[in-house]
Structure formats: C-alpha cells, structure tokens
C-alpha cells in the first residue's frame, strides 16, 4: 500500500479492487451458472423417461447422486448473487468478494463432481459398463488439468513477489 491507501500494480483502492474482482467474479460464475444449469434441467428429466425403470439399481443410486450433486453445484454457483443482493450498500465488499469466491470454488468442485457421476452413469448406459473407466477417467483427468492444473501452475509461475 502507498500512502495514500491506495495498492501497487494497478493503483487502486481497496474498494476499487474490491468492486473489480466483484465484475470479474460474476462474470465468471456467469459461465459455470449457465453450464450448471443446462446439465441439471436435463439430468431433471431423466427419471421421468421409460428407460430409467429398467435402470439397474446402482445406476438409479449414481443417478440420485449426480442429482444431488447437481443442485449443490446449482446452489453454490447462485449463492455469490444472493450474497451480493443481500449484502449491497453495507459496505462490506472485500469481505463479499472473499466469500463468493470461496462459494465459486465450491460450486466448480461440486459441478466437477456432478459432470464426472453424469459421465460415469452415462457411459454405463452406453456401453453396458464394459469400458466406463476407462472412458471416464481421461476426461476426468483433462477436467482436472483445465480446471486447477493449468490454473495453478500459471498462478506459482506467474505470480510476482510482493514489493512490501
């Protein structure tokens, strides 16, 4: 911080950081929402198809599973929205940014969950569970590559010390 409270790099404020990283987040969470959102409405209708009664049982429990999963992910990726809602004009922005990145996070963990149990009972149905993790699995990898690999490896390479 300079003396007159404002940061180094991008010289802005507090609030100036706070009210960006709040633009950037949300437009983020836009992109995983919608995504969410899609996959959920449609693992709503599968239990009303004929099929699913001829499902077996581990396929109905994996199916229950990817549903509940799917409306934790829907849950936690709509929360930073109410969270802003409910907290706008109390002047406690950095504190609001700080949450609903820790609710985004647990919504990309749990929308990963959900896309894998939707991968995993999907490929089952495919392929009568004959080559299902071997299927699953390297997406499953590349998620985890595209989604935290290569993110935090430009964070640990990238990142530049601090000045203070």
């Given at each position: 911080m300079t003396q007159d409270g404002r940061r180094r790099g991008r010289n802005e404020t507090e609030e100036e950081r706070a009210d960006r990283?709040?633009?950037?987040?949300?437009?983020e969470v836009r992109v995983a929402q919608t995504g969410v959102q899609i996959l959920f409405g449609f693992l709503l209708t599968v239990v009303f198809q004929p099929k699913y009664a001829t499902l077996p049982r581990a396929d109905h429990v994996i199916y229950i599973v990817t549903v509940v999963l799917g409306a934790c992910a829907t849950g936690a990726l709509i929360g930073p929205v109410s969270l802003h809602r409910l907290v706008s004009g109390r002047r406690v922005k950095p504190?609001?940014?700080?949450?609903?990145?820790?609710?985004?996070?647990?919504?990309?963990v749990l929308l990963l969950a959900t896309m894998t149990s939707s991968l995993v009972l999907i490929l089952r149905v495919a392929t009568h569970g004959s080559a299902t993790?071997?299927?699953?699995?390297?997406?499953?990898?590349w998620y985890l590559v595209c989604w935290y690999g290569l993110p935090l490896w430009a964070r640990r390479r990238h990142t530049a010390p601090p000045d203070d």
């Amino acid at each position: 911080m300079t003396q007159d409270g404002r940061r180094r790099g991008r010289n802005e404020t507090e609030e100036e950081r706070a009210d960006r990283m709040w633009v950037e987040l949300i437009q983020e969470v836009r992109v995983a929402q919608t995504g969410v959102q899609i996959l959920f409405g449609f693992l709503l209708t599968v239990v009303f198809q004929p099929k699913y009664a001829t499902l077996p049982r581990a396929d109905h429990v994996i199916y229950i599973v990817t549903v509940v999963l799917g409306a934790c992910a829907t849950g936690a990726l709509i929360g930073p929205v109410s969270l802003h809602r409910l907290v706008s004009g109390r002047r406690v922005k950095p504190q609001a940014v700080a949450l609903a990145s820790r609710m985004t996070f647990v919504g990309l963990v749990l929308l990963l969950a959900t896309m894998t149990s939707s991968l995993v009972l999907i490929l089952r149905v495919a392929t009568h569970g004959s080559a299902t993790a071997w299927l699953a699995a390297p997406v499953v990898a590349w998620y985890l590559v595209c989604w935290y690999g290569l993110p935090l490896w430009a964070r640990r390479r990238h990142t530049a010390p601090p000045d203070d």
